[in-house]
Nanobody, 117 residues
Framework: QVQLVESGGGLVQTGGSLRLSCVAS?????MRWYRQVPGKQRELVAG???????NYADSVKGRFTISRDNAKNTVYLQMNNLRPEDTAVYYC??????????????WGQGTQVTVSS
């Protein structure tokens, strides 16, 4: 089992910045940030592999940066130039080996990000 604990959400004005953090209870493979607004599907925001390869949703390219510290089992999401449409609950996700030597998916509890206009 892997526990993921997010932090860093909050209320910010348009154009502001926030940094989200997610700490995993043990070593994991790829880590991602998703977000979800009520009534919509959860969408991928950004992902980072264990070796540091990254990918982003088109809507956040150039504004968000994902990074990770493998020594701390932590992934970060630096969010700059925030817009009201970035308002959502942000979820950390990770792939990790389970007790059966299979890869399982794990989710954090989510952290609210609200961008005021």
């Amino acid at each position: 089992q892997v526990q993921l604990v997010e932090s860093g959400g909050g209320l910010v004005q348009t154009g502001g910045s926030l940094r989200l953090s997610c700490v995993a209870s043990r070593s994991v493979f790829s880590m991602r940030w998703y977000r979800q607004v009520p009534g919509k599907q959860r969408e991928l925001v950004a992902g980072v592999t264990q070796s540091g390869g990254t990918n982003y949703a088109d809507s956040v390219k150039g504004r968000f940066t994902i990074s990770r510290d493998n020594a701390k089992n932590t992934v970060y999401l630096q969010m700059n130039n925030l817009r009201p449409e970035d308002t959502a609950v942000y979820y950390c996700h990770a792939d990790a080996m389970n007790g059966l030597l299979q890869i399982s998916s794990y989710w954090g509890q989510g952290t609210q990000v609200t961008v005021s206009s």
